[in-house]
């Protein structure tokens, strides 16, 4: 299992990924509205950005960070959803996609009837 972690830049593609995760079998997601850091310093007005590079930044523009807990065989999948959706991650204004490995997971499986213990009990 892998904890994938998405930022993806383009907000105006969230719902067509979130629904192409969905139609590849990668159903559980939670999605945080988050900014960047130079977005971050551009609100609050920092003087380490020049008037310059300020004005290519979009203070109203949030990222949308996207984590889910993955099978591991479902990261190629993911990869090919984002970039379809998204487009090539090296270029600007896309995303960041990074996984770590999990040695513990619990609670992604809810079952809606009932379990094997409680049909026993029956």
């Given at each position: 299992m892998k904890l994938m972690v998405f930022i993806l830049n383009r907000n105006d593609v969230l719902d067509k990924l979130l629904e192409g995760f969905s139609a590849a079998g990668i159903r559980g997601a939670t999605?945080?509205?988050?900014?960047?850091?130079?977005?971050?310093?551009?609100?609050?007005?920092?003087?380490?950005?020049?008037?310059?590079?300020?004005?290519?930044?979009?203070?109203?523009?949030n990222n949308h960070t996207i984590i889910s807990v993955i099978k591991d065989s479902q990261l190629e999948i993911a990869r090919k959803?984002?970039?379809?959706?998204?487009?090539?991650?090296?270029?600007?204004?896309?995303?960041?996609?990074?996984?770590?490995?999990?040695?513990?997971?619990?609670?992604?499986?809810?079952?809606?009837?009932?379990t094997v213990e409680e049909k026993k009990e029956k």
């Open positions: 999605i945080i509205e988050s900014a960047g850091l130079a977005v971050t310093l551009s609100r609050m007005g920092s003087n380490i950005f020049s008037a310059s590079l300020k004005a290519l930044l979009s203070a109203e523009e959803v984002i970039y379809r959706t998204v487009g090539d991650l090296s270029k600007p204004n896309t995303g960041v996609l990074c996984t770590m490995p999990l040695d513990f997971v619990e609670g992604t499986i809810k079952k809606t009837s009932d």
